[in-house]
């Protein structure tokens, strides 16, 4: 009859064996990181009819863009890629080459690439029309207090398309406050009305800016509030 054999781990065994699992564990995780932090620096997500910026193309530089979804191309050098208006929606494949200040051909490339996402639609808000229930410089305290900007909304072709879920972020020294967009509002094409309540507080003699975020796309459109707050 053969005999069941179990497998036995000594004190020391067990600890080492733990050790080299919350390594390897620790290790894995922290290269997801690294690779998703990698992925979204080489990822853009841009409006209709948007253009790029922020980006390290050198004068020298050539780049070609490719839109995986038309087949659309086009190339150029340097800042040209800044001109580029996207008024067709899909993902773009942007790769530059980077040649050595000396020009020559035999200096050393680097090349890069870059996914951008263009939406099918755009939303532009109307900060000099902005407006709010209770002035901002009035208070450092808020509860239900709103918050209305109009905003164009242009889309694709006219199509149908969920609108994007917005928030705004104060930003500025001691700033706590927030807005969510107010539930039930619906939205065409051209121009409409969006209506945030906030909350928190602010702190005293200081500015602040408010942040418009696409909650979605992550796109934020920033308002400069003019004044003080008391």
């Known amino acids: 009859m053969r005999k069941n054999h179990t497998l036995s781990l000594s004190s020391s065994s067990k600890t080492k064996w ?18 998703a932090q990698s992925e979204k620096e080489n990822h853009t997500v841009i409006y209709l009819n948007g253009q790029l910026n922020s980006l390290s193309v050198g004068d020298e530089d050539s780049w070609s863009m490719l839109n995986g979804t038309t087949g659309q191309s086009f190339s150029g050098k340097g800042a040209s890629v800044y001109e580029n208006k996207f008024d067709v929606p899909g993902t773009y494949t942007l790769r530059t080459t980077h040649t050595d200040v000396c020009g020559h051909e035999h200096g050393a490339q680097e090349n890069s690439m870059k996914i951008i996402t263009v939406l099918p639609y755009k939303v532009t808000f109307l900060f000099d029309e902005i ?13 239900e207090e709103t918050v209305t900007v109009p905003f164009i909304l242009e889309r694709f072709d006219n199509s149908d398309i969920a609108f ?54 992550g796109i934020i459109q920033p308002f400069y509030y003019p004044l003080k707050i008391k």
């Open 131 to 143: 407006s709010f229930s209770k002035p901002l410089e009035e208070s450092t305290s808020f509860d």
């Open 18 to 35: 733990w050790h080299f699992l919350m390594l390897t564990t620790f290790v894995v995780m922290n290269l997801s990181v690294v690779v």
């Open 164 to 217: 994007p879920e917005f928030s705004i972020r104060a930003s500025g020294v001691g700033a706590k406050m927030t807005g969510r967009a107010k539930e039930g509002q619906t939205f065409k094409a051209g121009r409409n009305t969006l209506m945030f309540t906030l909350s928190g507080s602010l702190k005293s003699n200081t500015y602040v800016s408010l942040h418009f975020i696409d909650n979605v796309n």
